[in-house]
């Protein structure tokens, strides 16, 4: 039996679900920020998953911009997490609650 | 077969991504972490889709992540502590929330017709370089160069961020080489506590001083 498309649409689905649930959860803002990653992970397999089984290129290249903005988001992103623990010398997010460094 | 390999690369990518969440480490998280997205890689592989999967290693599990590691360790970030009372109510809401969505799984599962077709028949060349190129070069140019630009805006922002501001006043002139060094190490003659600063213009000078 092959794998179906709607079997990878289930399991991004799953993992797009544990990201939320570790966002909410986690207080670590390192952590927090993986599972960001890990959501964006969860769509890109959707966007392949479509592509593939409609033959058509474009979804790929989502899933390229997708990645090229996550590389972007990990610089801006780990920069602010070294200004704010250089600031707050604490990597919880309830100890960062205040706008101005 | 191929459902079996299905079965494994999904059991990995949701194994390691439920350790990522569990873990309180936030290295093992990352390590985790690298796990889901081999597995990913995996399933792209199997979704024909070699260029993506070849992309997802290189950039996700070595640039990314590196840099996700290197921030770990640089930090030297401790365990996280345990939960204080506030905020309690956030595990409850997470738990609902993923019961909603894991409902939504079931739904796509027991209702929504699957699409007639397979990534292993029929035009194969879509997901290799061949095809990606003259589409990305051509039809999606313009999200291209957008990206160019955002990286552009990254590589400035990060740093901006990380950089070690506020040491320096703005007008500051900065010698190189020029450095202080503490009386009490130059000059014998001072107390050992003198820590008065005693400039020097080059390395030579700073040298010649140390020597004295």
Known sequence: MEPQLSWYLALSAVLFTIGVTGVIIKRNIIAMFMCIELMLNAVNLTFVAFASFFQDVTGQLFVFIVMTVAAAEAAVGLGIIIAIFRNRESLDVDDASILKL | ?212
Request: charged share 15%; with cysteine; net charge neutral.
């Open chain 2, 1 to 212: 077969m191929l459902a079996l390999l299905f079965i494994l690369f999904a059991a990995m990518a949701v194994g390691s991504a439920l350790a990522m969440v569990a873990q309180r480490n936030p290295l093992y998280s990352a390590i985790s972490l690298i796990g889901v997205f081999i597995s990913l890689a995996c399933l792209y592989v199997m979704l024909a889709a070699p260029f993506i999967a070849a992309v997802q290693v290189i950039v996700y599990a070595g640039a990314i992540m590196v840099l996700v590691v290197f921030v770990i360790m640089l930090l030297n970030v401790e365990q996280e502590e345990r939960r204080r009372k506030r905020l309690k109510f956030l595990v409850p809401t997470a738990v609902v929330l993923a019961a909603i969505l894991i409902a939504e799984v079931a739904f796509i599962l027991a209702t929504v017709q699957d699409f007639r077709g397979s990534p292993t028949e029929g035009d194969i060349a879509v997901g290799v370089t061949h095809s990606i190129g003259p589409a990305l070069f051509t039809q999606y140019l313009l999200p291209f160069e957008i990206t160019s630009i955002l990286l552009l805006m990254a590589i400035v922002g990060a740093m901006t961020l990380a950089r070690r501001g506020g040491l320096l006043p703005p007008n500051a002139r900065v010698i190189p080489g020029a450095q202080q060094l503490p009386l009490s190490l130059v000059d014998p003659r001072a107390e050992p506590d003198d820590l008065r600063p005693v400039e020097t213009n080059t390395t030579e000078e700073a040298a010649r001083l140390l020597e004295k």
